[in-house]
């Protein structure tokens, strides 16, 4: 067997270290082997046959067996059987309170006077009710303000106007809504960094920065954090504004499906040793 290229012992690599934290949340939701083993063949035969077709050709078992190393057998089973659907409800619920959110940080029709978001009456001219009915389409005003107060974002007041507690929307207390979004957000990620690795163009590539320093005291932590979320936050509301100015709606015009995400990491490192340090 021939050495691998720099660039495939440099993908194997990648791949060991971010599997790591995947497998981690894997067991701890006692996920054996087996069932990811086989969301991964589907994977590689669903892709295959979608992205790496020949020009001209319709797919084929035979080159999705070519290309994925399965058996023209594993691949026709694997094809057989019904995949399993993603359910797309908890996506519109995430896009659909989001965007109910940042209308209501940014929509001086439900701020006051300095800006900041009002208490909210359910009903009335400027009441949440008109709020969703403009930034959420056709969804139930309930149904709108019960996930949000499910998720933490909203609270009901003694006087019945509603308030925004978080500035965000972030499921705090569903592990399955918190999961749906990992795989959106890190799908995102990926998606980004493979595009960039595809084209030399810079003018073509998209934006994939981040700021890390290694030795940053601990007592630092929550002053970072605090600075993080602050000026993360001013800047995603403001290219939410750029981008809900050039939002064609559900117009029948192409479109794409753009945004720009930011999340914090942190990782313990232990103190060099003596002899490390030598």
């Known amino acids: ?29 006692g996920m054996p082997f087996a069932a990811f083993e086989r969301i991964a063949k589907r994977s590689y035969v669903d892709v295959a046959l979608r992205d790496f077709c020949i020009p001209g050709k319709r797919p084929s078992i035979s ?5 994925s190393g399965l058996t023209r057998k594993e691949v ?25 959110l940042t209308a209501w ?15 909210l009456e359910i009903e009335g001219e400027a009441g949440f009710a008109e709020l969703v009915r403009r930034y959420s ?3 139930p005003a309930r149904a709108v303000l019960d996930e949000l107060v499910r998720v933490g974002a909203v609270r009901r007041r003694a006087d019945d106007r509603v308030e ?4 965000a929307y972030l499921p705090q207390r569903s592990a399955a809504d918190q999961l749906q979004i990992l795989g959106q957000d890190v799908a995102d990620l990926i998606a980004t960094i493979d595009h960039n690795l595809q084209r030399g163009d810079a003018d073509a590539a998209r934006y ?10 601990l007592g630092a932590l929550p002053a970072f ?6 000026q993360a936050q001013a800047l995603l509301e403001k290219l939410d504004r750029w981008l809900a100015e050039h939002d064609a709606g559900d117009a029948a015009s192409p479109g794409a499906r753009v945004g720009l995400g930011i999340y914090q990491f942190e990782e313990r490192v232990e103190p060099a040793s003596k002899e490390q340090k030598r």
Do not use: W
């Open 1 to 29: 067997m021939e050495d691998a290229s720099p660039a495939r012992q440099a993908l194997e690599s990648a791949l060991a270290q971010l599997l790591k934290p995947l497998v981690r949340l894997m067991l701890r939701h």
């Open 63 to 67: 080159r999705a067996s070519i290309l």
């Open 76 to 100: 026709r089973n694997l094809l057989d059987t019904p995949a399993e659907r993603a359910d797309s409800s908890g996506e519109e619920r995430y896009n659909r309170a989001a965007r109910v």
């Open 105 to 119: 940080l940014r929509d001086a029709a439900f701020c006051d006077r300095r800006g900041r978001p009002r208490a």
């Open 137 to 139: 389409g056709d969804m």
């Open 164 to 167: 925004l507690v978080a500035r």
């Open 208 to 217: 994939q920065r981040k700021v890390m320093y290694r030795s940053i005291p």
């Open 225 to 230: 954090r605090r600075l993080g979320a602050t």
